[in-house]
C-alpha cells in the first residue's frame, strides 16, 4: 500500500530546496517547516535530489501560472486541491480575498498541517476537508455539495494521478464530469514511456521499496495521453472540452 501521506513531506522537501536556491523559480518559506525532519531524510533515502529537486520546481512553477491564469481569466471562484498533501498555494500565490480554496486530503495530514500554520493567514478563504478520496461514496457527497455553492470551479490532482489504477482515474473523471460546476480540471499525465522505462531508474526503484513494499508506484500512463480521457461524453482535445464545460488541461 503507497504511503501517499509520506510523500508530502518528501515534496514538500524538493519545494523548500528548490526555494533556497538564488536562482529560485518561486519561493515557498513554508516548506521547509512542513517537510521537518521526515522530509529531509526521505530525500537523502530516494538520492538524486537535485534531478528531482529540478522536476518538482518545474511542475510546481508551471502549475502555478496555470492556475493563476485559470483564475484571473474564467472568473473561478472555487478551487479544490485533492490530495493537496502540504501544498502552500494558498499562502504564498496572490489570490484575492474572495476565492475559496478547499484542500482535501487524509485526516492525518490536515491535522499536522492545521497544527504547524495556525499562525499563518492565507491570501484567499482556505478551508480543509478530511477524505480519503478513493472512497467513492464521500467524494460523490463532497463532490455534489461543492457544485451547489459554486458557479466555476477548478480541481487540481497534482502528482495524484500517476498512482492511480487506470479504473481509478476513469471514476475519478466520471465523477467531476457528473457536476455542471466543476468546470476545470487541472493535472499532469506520466508518459507511456517512463511507464516503460520504469524499471531503469534508480529513484524510482529506492521509492517503491519505501513507500510500497517493492511494488510499483507508477500505475497511469495511458498510451494515447490525453486521449484517454476522449471515451468521456463531450470531450474534445482540440479545445480541451468535456460535458460541462469542464476543461481538462
Given amino acids: 500500500m ?8 518528501l515534496v514538500a522537501m ?4 528548490e526555494s533556497e536556491r538564488v536562482d529560485a523559480l518561486f519561493k515557498d518559506p513554508l516548506a521547509r517547516m512542513l517537510a521537518g525532519g521526515k522530509g529531509e531524510m526521505l530525500v537523502e533515502v530516494i538520492g538524486e535530489k537535485d534531478k528531482i529537486t529540478n522536476a518538482i520546481a518545474i511542475r510546481t512553477y508551471v502549475l502555478d501560472n496555470l492556475i493563476l491564469q485559470l483564475i484571473n481569466s474564467k472568473n473561478i471562484d472555487t478551487v479544490i486541491n485533492l490530495a493537496a498533501g502540504l501544498d502552500t498555494r494558498p499562502y504564498r500565490l496572490p489570490f484575492c480575498a474572495s476565492l475559496r480554496w478547499i484542500e ?22 482556505l478551508e480543509r476537508v478530511k477524505l480519503d478520496i478513493t472512497n467513492l461514496a464521500l467524494r460523490k457527497t463532497f463532490f455534489s455539495e ?14 495524484l494521478l500517476s498512482y492511480l489504477h487506470e479504473t481509478q ?3 475519478l473523471a466520471t465523477d467531476i464530469y457528473e457536476q455542471s ?6 493535472f499532469e499525465l506520466e508518459s507511456s514511456l517512463a511507464l516503460k522505462n520504469y524499471d531503469q531508474v534508480y529513484a524510482r526503484k529506492i521509492f517503491d521499496q519505501y513507500f510500497a513494499n517493492g511494488n510499483k508506484t507508477l500505475l497511469f500512463a495511458p498510451e494515447q ?7 468521456y461524453k463531450g470531450y474534445n482535445r482540440d479545445t480541451c472540452k468535456m460535458g460541462h464545460d469542464a476543461k481538462f488541461c
Fill in 146 to 159: 461543492i457544485n451547489l455553492a459554486t458557479r466555476q470551479t477548478l480541481v487540481i490532482t497534482e502528482g
Fill in 181 to 186: 460546476n466543476l468546470n476545470w480540471w487541472l
Fill in 2 to 9: 503507497i504511503n501517499l501521506a509520506e510523500t508530502a513531506y
Fill in 104 to 125: 482535501v486530503d487524509l485526516p492525518e495530514i490536515i491535522a499536522y498541517k492545521e497544527q504547524l500554520l495556525k499562525d499563518q493567514q492565507p491570501f484567499c478563504s
Fill in 169 to 171: 482515474v476513469a471514476l
Fill in 14 to 17: 524538493y519545494r523548500a530546496l
Fill in 225 to 231: 495521453g490525453a486521449e484517454f480521457f476522449q471515451q
